[in-house]
């Protein structure tokens, strides 16, 4: 901070006035004396004129001296008019926002505090110049350093402003929290700092308020979980016993059954295959939300992980005259490394999202690398699932973009498998830190691309 001393203006407009003041003068005095000389030449009028010439002189310099003075002293009272003004405008402001004035003396670090401030913390105006110079003291040991490493900071040039919260020690032994928002304001001929000054705001409330929010929070997380575990193990002692009562039917399917007990039979069958499908993935869903699932890398090979989904939606796909096939692009690496579990889930989730929709159509899942040239590091792998079964409807492709909500516990039935698949979706895929894209249309039916963050290995492909 380099500081020049410029030579005052007032001083300058000083000296110009003193030098037309003597140039005016010298003139006035040697015409003035010539002018005498050659209008009165007898020595008793030249007497009596320069007598009158040195009152009018004297009359003028006058008049101009209290004009030049009047001025000076019109101009200083409105000066300190308006700078009593702003220093109670100031006072008031900083009283209405809680703000107290400070001053660092950068020489000895001693730093002023406003009265009004250190009786409202209970010092003595007779302890002042002790808080002046051992203020360190008051500041709590674990924000001091903090304190300093900001102001010093700011000295050498690193922030425009010190900014600092910190505890400050009361007179009663307790602590209330502080904000310090200053700057430096004066510098020697060197550009050294000497002087800081800035506000001190009491942000004691706003602590408070932010401590019982983060509290607040922690209960609503806290209950949020044990809910979501609640739900949980609700549903797994459901669906233990609706197993065994899915597993009785069957037997029963296989006795010898009429054909009207064989079609209840069936029926039943069907719907708690549906309820036990359902309390799997309000299981699924609630793991998820819960946030316990990990995050484990390995490598992958393509077509094993489509060969292992297929083994799973195969025989569902064919129940409903359904074909699924499979395709991977020629540029895709066959190996590559990345979550596996997550990722076969993910997949597994989008499939059954298109079989739910799908009747005596068709389901195709195509695995493609958009950046073929990137091999052994980061990259992205793409994989397009599309079929020809109905379209999504709008509130449906919402649920991918909004939380769960209070208007989504009135569905019931296929409408909230289906939405609730798609949470699921929706969870799966923010843990691979990939994206889903979704179109549905009567016409060409449902496309999603779900891009996963992956690590490429090698070229090599598998058909």
């Not at 997380?221 to 197993?243: C, G, Q, Y």
């Not at 309000?282 to 793991?287: A, E, G, N, R």
């Not at 195969?314 to 990722?343: H, M, N, W």
């Amino acid at each position: 901070m380099d500081r020049k001393h410029p030579t005052p203006a007032p001083f300058q407009q000083a000296l110009r006035i003193a030098v037309i003041y003597m140039v005016v003068g010298c003139l006035w005095i040697i015409l003035s004396d010539k002018a005498v000389e050659i209008l009165f030449p007898t020595p008793e009028l030249a007497s009596v004129a320069q007598t009158f010439k040195g009152w009018f002189y004297v009359l003028v310099t006058g008049g101009l001296v209290f004009h030049l003075v009047y001025r000076l002293l019109r101009h200083e009272y409105k000066a300190r008019l308006a700078l009593t003004e702003s220093r109670q405008l100031l006072s008031q402001a900083l009283e209405a926002g809680r703000l107290f004035p400070w001053t660092l003396h950068l020489d000895g670090y001693r730093v002023s505090f406003p009265p009004s401030l250190l009786v409202e913390l209970g010092y003595g105006g007779e302890e002042t110049s002790s808080i002046e110079r051992d203020w360190k003291r008051l500041v709590h040991a674990n924000d001091l350093p903090q304190f300093l490493a900001r102001i010093n900071a700011h000295l050498q040039g690193k922030s425009e402003y010190c900014n600092v919260q910190f505890r400050f020690k009361t007179k009663d032994g307790h602590y209330v929290w502080m904000q310090a928002h200053g700057q430096v304001i004066e510098a020697d001929a060197y550009g050294n700092a000497v002087r800081m000054a800035g506000t001190l705001h009491d942000i004691t409330l706003l602590k408070l308020h932010e401590k019982d929010m983060l509290r607040a929070r922690n209960m609503a997380e806290d209950a949020h979980h044990a809910k979501t575990a609640f739900i949980a193990d609700i549903s797994r002692e459901i669906r233990a016993p609706l197993n065994e009562v899915v597993d009785k039917l069957l037997l029963m399917d296989q006795a010898g059954l009429n054909t009207e007990q064989r079609r209840y039979i069936t029926e039943a069958i069907k719907m708690g295959t549906e309820l036990v499908g359902m309390l799997n993935e309000v299981i699924l869903y609630s793991k998820l939300a819960s946030g316990t699932t990990d995050w484990n890398t390995e490598k992958i090979i393509v077509a094993d992980l489509l060969q292992d989904v297929e083994s799973v939606m195969a025989a569902k796909c064919r129940s409903k005259g359904t074909t699924l096939t499979f395709a991977i692009t020629q540029d895709t690496p066959a190996v590559f490394r990345g979550d596996y579990e997550k990722i076969r889930l993910t997949l597994i989730k989008l499939i059954e999202h298109a079989h739910r929709r799908t009747e005596n159509g068709s389901i195709l899942l195509t695995v493609s690398h958009p950046s073929p040239n990137q091999i052994n590091t980061r990259s992205i792998l793409l994989f397009t699932v599309e079929d020809t079964g109905k379209p999504i409807p709008d509130s449906s492709l919402r649920v991918l973009s909004t939380p769960f909500s209070a208007a989504d516990q009135g569905q019931v039935g296929q409408m909230f498998r289906m939405d609730l698949g798609l949470r699921i979706l929706q969870r799966l895929v923010r843990l691979l830190n990939g994206a889903l894209c979704v179109s549905s249309t009567k016409v060409s039916g449902t496309m999603f691309l779900l891009t996963v963050p992956v690590i490429m290995l090698h070229k090599e492909t598998k058909d």
